[in-house]
């Protein structure tokens, strides 16, 4: 699995062979700006499922719910759940929780939309857990993990995110369950799959590297080559080449010449600008 956020990234997801395609709410930092995930609206997500819809045809779609648009109760859930099935073109839904969510789990799978759940860190609750820290390192705590994991199957979920934990406690959870995959993020190499962001498997994220993060490609470097050569070639005006420019039929260029200056357009528009260029 693999997020994108638009139709370029979507393509890719499709060319390439992934097998789903997220629509993350890691879209709220890496394209918008934000400061996190919380921020992000439902307006904001369905214009960018729409996008990635468009390109990502043979994954399985799915979308993270934005924060709060969950949080009141299952009928809430199930409003904003169609919202983006029907207009952001999406196949499942995925949410962060545990036990807290199990109503809304059934709810959502009882009115036929498949949902992926998410145990372990909950970058929507980052707050309450003062940062995006571990889960699971401890005894009690990996304990909470795997009831969350197992509330979440036993209400319908048909996969779910692990982020965070100690591998074991990922390998532990994904032989524990009966039928719902795992795909995990931090999680070791025990789970069923594994999922990362588009911006750090390219490397053209920033912010901070979180340790299971492996940059595949350096298109940051890429763009920056790009970007400088760019600015150089047009400045130095080797770019556009005579080969990157087109050309009047032969004779036209001297009737449009003639055909100014019997116009008078010659005249008009006061001295020939000087371009910045050519002043020593």
Same mark, same amino acid.
């Given at each position: 699995?693999?997020?994108?956020?638009?139709?370029?990234?979507?393509?890719?997801?499709?060319?390439?062979?992934?097998?789903?395609?997220?629509?993350?709410?890691?879209? !709220?930092?890496?394209?918008?700006?934000?400061?996190?995930?919380?921020?992000?609206?439902?307006?904001?997500?369905?214009?960018?499922?729409?996008?990635?819809?468009?390109?990502?045809?043979?994954?399985?779609?799915? !979308?993270?719910?934005?924060?709060?648009?969950?949080?009141?109760?299952?009928?809430?859930?199930?409003?904003?759940?169609?919202?983006?099935?029907? #207009? =952001?073109?999406? #196949?499942?839904?995925?949410?962060?929780?545990?036990?807290?969510?199990?109503?809304?789990?059934?709810?959502?799978?009882?009115? =036929?939309?498949?949902?992926?759940?998410?145990?372990?860190?909950?970058?929507?609750?980052?707050?309450?857990?003062?940062?995006?820290?571990?889960?699971?390192?401890?005894?009690?705590?990996?304990?909470?993990?795997?009831?969350?994991?197992?509330?979440?199957?036993e209400a319908g979920v048909f996969a779910m995110v692990i982020e965070a934990v100690p591998r074991v406690v990922g390998t532990y959870i994904t032989q524990r369950l009966r039928y719902a995959s795992t795909i995990g993020i931090g999680a070791g190499?025990?789970?069923?799959?594994?999922?990362?962001?588009?911006?750090?498997?390219?490397?053209?994220? =920033?912010?901070?590297? !979180?340790?299971?993060?492996?940059?595949?490609?350096?298109?940051?470097? #890429?763009?920056?080559?790009?970007?400088?050569?760019?600015?150089?070639?047009?400045?130095?005006?080797?770019?556009?080449?005579?080969? #990157?420019?087109?050309?009047?039929?032969?004779?036209?260029?001297?009737?449009?010449?003639?055909?100014?200056?019997?116009?008078?357009? !010659? =005249?008009?528009?006061?001295?020939?600008?000087?371009?910045?260029?050519?002043?020593?």
């Amino acid at each position: 699995m693999l997020t994108a956020y638009d139709f370029p990234t979507g393509r890719a997801c499709e060319n390439h062979g992934v097998d789903i395609t997220l629509v993350g709410d890691s879209l !709220a930092q890496v394209c918008l700006g934000y400061e996190s995930t919380t921020q992000l609206t439902l307006d904001e997500m369905i214009h960018h499922c729409r996008a990635v819809a468009r390109g990502s045809k043979s994954p399985l779609l799915v !979308a993270d719910m934005p924060f709060g648009t969950y949080h009141s109760g299952p009928e809430e859930a199930v409003r904003n759940a169609v919202r983006l099935i029907r #207009e =952001g073109r999406i #196949e499942a839904v995925k949410i962060e929780g545990g036990v807290e969510i199990v109503d809304t789990v059934k709810k959502l799978t009882s009115m =036929g939309i498949p949902v992926m759940g998410h145990v372990g860190l909950l970058p929507q609750r980052h707050s309450m857990l003062s940062g995006y820290k571990v889960q699971g390192k401890d005894a009690r705590s990996a304990e909470l993990v795997l009831r969350n994991a197992l509330a979440l199957e036993e209400a319908g979920v048909f996969a779910m995110v692990i982020e965070a934990v100690p591998r074991v406690v990922g390998t532990y959870i994904t032989q524990r369950l009966r039928y719902a995959s795992t795909i995990g993020i931090g999680a070791g190499s025990g789970t069923d799959g594994q999922v990362l962001v588009w911006d750090d498997v390219m490397g053209t994220w =920033g912010g901070h590297k !979180a340790k299971f993060v492996r940059r595949f490609g350096d298109v940051k470097k #890429e763009v920056e080559v790009g970007v400088k050569r760019y600015m150089k070639e047009v400045r130095d005006r080797t770019f556009p080449a005579e080969n #990157e420019s087109y050309e009047m039929p032969a004779g036209e260029h001297e009737k449009f010449l003639s055909l100014v200056e019997e116009t008078g357009v !010659a =005249g008009q528009g006061g001295q020939q600008k000087v371009s910045s260029y050519m002043v020593s």
